[in-house]
């Protein structure tokens, strides 16, 4: 047997098991804001945010640093795993005193976006009533997360962002943060992401969505009494989405045609890969919300820069600040012709930096050292502009 091992539902949590309120609180700090209204016009009575940092403010509120998690991240992004907290920090090796991101230097902070699963209001939280929002919850967009965002820095008594980075999911929010707030941010670093989401990811998106929403546990969204939820479904998700973020070469030289173990395919036993996807789809099903899913990949179909600002090139063109733009030569999800449109569209932008890796989308992930490299490099971008100091 792999160290994957068979597939089994056996001792998956409940349907609800994305992080509630009453479970360990790891290194979660919380803000709740009233009245909320979303883009849908959808209004929350209160809205919790879920956060983490590491370092010290200064007491101009000037030396912090912002990091936007991508789909199925979260504001845990450094640190071990332990209670409260299923995995250890998703870019660990970045941040802390001397590295990429020094805490010596920078206060750091990483906040659950609008409709997470670990501790943000999302679908899975209690109403007013103490029911969960479920199949109530509303689309939301892009925006209403920066804008969740917004009220954390407020709250917090910062001033700017000396620099924003993400990738994927939080590379868009990157670039809606420098229009929507341009005084608030002094410089951005986007990696694998876009200014409007294509055809083709809408597309992807939308397959996997009704992946989960055709699992007869899905009840419409309202799955939170059941004892498994949709399971199957929403690993079927995974399993496509995984595809995306990692590249065919990387697949065909990790497994090829190699049997799972001692199984035969022949017989009706599994490929090696069929055996990783596996993995995967019980590994997200432990810490992830279905209903999150859904809710955070139809914000990234929504996303279009461009939208009520003249068209893409019109919004870029607003982005004068300092921006660091990465592509991973392997990623066929976000594949680098979209991020070279940002960068001759924005006039902040220097040139298309490029993160080799064979291993796709997942690069980001994988590749800490040139990661760092290009965090240092969008740091010293600011550090040129003076932006702190005016």
């Known amino acids: 047997m792999s160290a994957y091992g068979p597939l089994s539902y056996e001792g998956l949590p409940p349907a609800s098991a994305a992080w509630r309120e009453g479970d360990p609180l790891g290194r979660r700090q919380f803000i709740t804001i009233e009245g909320f209204v979303t883009e849908s016009q959808f209004r929350f009575p209160e809205v919790r945010i879920a956060y983490e940092t590491w370092g010290a403010l200064n007491d101009t509120g000037t030396n912090a640093i912002y990091i936007c998690h991508a789909l199925t991240g979260d504001s845990h992004v450094s640190g071990e795993a332990g209670p409260g907290h299923v995995t250890a920090g998703w870019w660990d090796g970045l941040i802390g005193p001397g590295k990429a991101i020094d805490t010596n230097e920078y206060f750091v ?5 609008l409709g997470g699963a670990q501790g943000t209001t999302g679908p899975s939280s209690l109403d007013p009533e103490g029911v969960p929002w479920g199949s109530r919850f509303p689309t939301i967009t892009i925006t209403d997360m920066v804008e969740i965002e917004h009220e954390l820095m407020a709250t917090l008594g910062i001033q700017r962002w000396q620099l ?3 990738p994927s999911l939080g590379g868009m929010r990157v670039l809606e943060w420098m229009i929507r707030y341009p005084d608030a941010v002094c410089g951005g670093l986007v990696l694998g992401s876009t200014a409007a989401v294509s055809a083709d990811q809408i597309g992807i998106h939308a397959t996997q969505i009704m992946a989960i929403e055709s699992d007869a546990e899905f009840n419409g969204g309202d799955y939170y009494e059941s004892d498994l939820g949709p399971v199957v479904g929403m690993g079927l998700a995974r399993r496509i989405a995984h595809l995306t973020y990692r590249s065919e070469t990387e697949l065909d030289l990790r497994f090829g045609r190699s049997p799972q173990g001692s199984e ?3 017989g009706g036993g599994r490929f090696a890969v069929e055996s990783y996807l596996d993995h995967h ?8 919300d279905a209903n999150t899913y859904i809710a955070l990949t139809r914000a990234m179909s929504l996303f279009d820069l461009g939208r009520n600002r003249g068209g893409v ?15 991973i030569d392997s990623d066929r999800l976000f594949p680098i012709r979209l991020q070279q449109e940002i960068v001759e569209l924005a006039p902040g932008a220097d040139e ?7 291993y796709g989308h ?5 590749e800490n050292e040139q990661v760092g490299g290009f965090v240092r490099h969008a740091l010293e971008r600011v550090k040129e502009s003076n932006c702190t100091s005016t």
């Open 109 to 113: 902070v990483c906040a659950n976006v």
């Open 164 to 166: 924003m980075l993400g």
């Open 264 to 266: 035969d395919p022949y």
């Open 281 to 288: 789809a019980d590994k997200l099903n432990r810490r992830f």
């Open 313 to 327: 090139a019109s919004a870029l063109g607003r982005i004068t600040q300092p921006l660091t733009v990465v592509g």
């Open 352 to 358: 298309l930096h490029i993160l080799t890796s064979p």
């Open 362 to 366: 997942d690069g980001f992930l994988v």
